[in-house]
Structures are given as C-alpha cells and as structure tokens.
Nanobody
C-alpha cells in the first residue's frame, strides 16, 4: 500500500488547512493521521475505521475532522482553529487491522509539513 499526502503549508493561528492522503489500495481496515516533530515521539491525531467511525486525540477533538472518500481512496484531515502547538510533520497511515491511534500501522506516507505561526 502506497500513501501520498498533500495539503500541508503555513497558516496563522486560528487558520485552517485540509490534508489529503491518496492510497494505492482500497481495502485497508483503518487509516489515520499522525504527527511528529523532530526529537519527539510520533502522536496519533485522528483515525477512521472501515465502518467510518472516527477517533481523535484529546488535543484536536472539536477542531479536526477526519473523513474518507472510498470512491477516491482518499483520506482527509480538516484542521480548523489551528494552534502553534499543531506545528508538526503530519503522516498518513493505513493498516488491515483496526489500530485506531496506535503507532504500529504497517503503511506510512512520506509526510506533509504543517506550520502554524
């Protein structure tokens, strides 16, 4: 499974961005977004399972929305009311098991940078 992210960029605090991730295979059970800053551990941000049920980490709940378009094999992360602490490299991940926000996904994209300043 290959994953390609896009949509990162620089925004001011309070701004919005939407990340996209196109997957080469449609039948993964769960897909998710993770973020990591240099020297820090990777953190699960949002995930969605095969039934469309989302999971969010506490710090983004109410501000971020994860969704997927199965027809396009594309995962989205709509990020609103962005904060400086949301600055990170964001990665898309996929797996054939329901891993929710665990960082043990089998397939990873190359990442897209989000900078809030």
């Amino acid at each position: 499974v290959q994953l390609v992210e896009s949509g990162g960029g620089s925004v001011q605090p309070g701004g919005s961005l939407t990340l996209s991730c196109v997957a080469s295979a449609p039948d993964t059970y769960s897909v998710g977004w993770f973020r990591q800053a240099p020297g820090k551990e990777r953190e699960g941000v949002a995930a969605i399972d095969n039934a469309g049920a989302p999971t969010y980490t506490y710090s983004v709940a109410g501000r971020f929305t994860v969704s997927k378009d199965n027809a396009k094999n594309t995962l989205y992360l709509e990020m609103n009311n962005l904060k400086i602490e949301d600055t990170d490299m964001y990665y898309c991940a996929a797996d054939f098991y329901n891993l929710q926000l665990a960082c043990s996904y089998s397939y990873w994209g190359q990442g897209t940078q989000v900078t809030v300043s």
